[in-house]
């Protein structure tokens, strides 16, 4: 702990001697020594994120400190509660775009399927318009819990989330208007990688070569992960889906020629993926003319694979977010 002081120290040491000479005192370092238990990311965090606090509110963040230390069933639960909290303080009419940007964000960092730097993810997420919600910015705000301990500049950080965090903010746990569902994680990081192909062509930028690889399976889990829910839950969910035009915009957009030749190196594995799409959102009662778009690709995804016994071995090869 000590060590994890001293280097938020040194970043602004006249800074902090003119202020913080005598902050956190021993007894405060004392109670967050014992609320970490041993656990060196919960200390790892903890000071993170009062760093973070210190940048935004200067010397009223001390505060912050005795926030930490009050008693909780789970230090660990407790701490991800503070730091959640603490995003609630938001002006009114700007919330709800600030809380979907929450989900859209912390849920494409959940689920990918390769590890991205910041710029990249960034730049992945350039759909989320800045003026409803700062992606940079709120990446900066929680870095403590996506690089604690972060030792390289801020936009060549690889987000590691924790699997406490992770378990915490998509389980029962975190406060209800902060927990992320899966399947619309799934949703919206597809949604975001159609709008970099769409966009940019697919370039060999690595969030454009992600986005050209992945986005066929993003979609696929989004459709399973709604299966899974129960009944009420589960048609609520699969409208929503079909309901999104700018889904089925870009949807419509991926056949044309110019980006068929963008995703067709993959055409074996955007047929399966997309064939399975199709086929479980008419089974949920999609009606046909909001699948027609996704039937329109899996035609033409036939029509350039190669179904050959070369090409067959690929069908085994489904990626994970194993990094996580």
Known sequence: MDKILAEIRGKNPIDWELKWKDWPTEKQLRNLSGQANGLFHYAATALSWIEGQIDKHGTAAKQDFEKIAQKGLDP???LYQVILTSFKDLDPDRRPKQLLGFHHVLGTILVLHEPLI?????ALL???PQDDFDVANFLKQFHSVLIPGMTTSFEEATPQMHKSFRDY???AHAPGEFCILMGHAQFVTARSCLEVIVNTGGGCNPEESYSVQYWYWH???AVEEGVKLEDEKRDKWF???ADDERMCNLLEQMVGDTVINVWKTYSLRVFIAMATVGWKLL???TDEHRVKAISNIVRKAKGSACFSSVARPCLAHRPSPSHL
Do not use: F, S
């Not at 910041?118 to 960034?122: E, L, M, R």
């Open 76 to 78: 660990l639960n407790h």
């Open 118 to 122: 910041i710029h990249q993810i960034t």
């Open 126 to 128: 350039a759909d989320i």
């Open 169 to 171: 903010i998509t389980g």
């Open 219 to 221: 979609l696929q889990e």
């Open 239 to 241: 409208k929503q889906m």
């Open 283 to 285: 089974e949920q009662g």
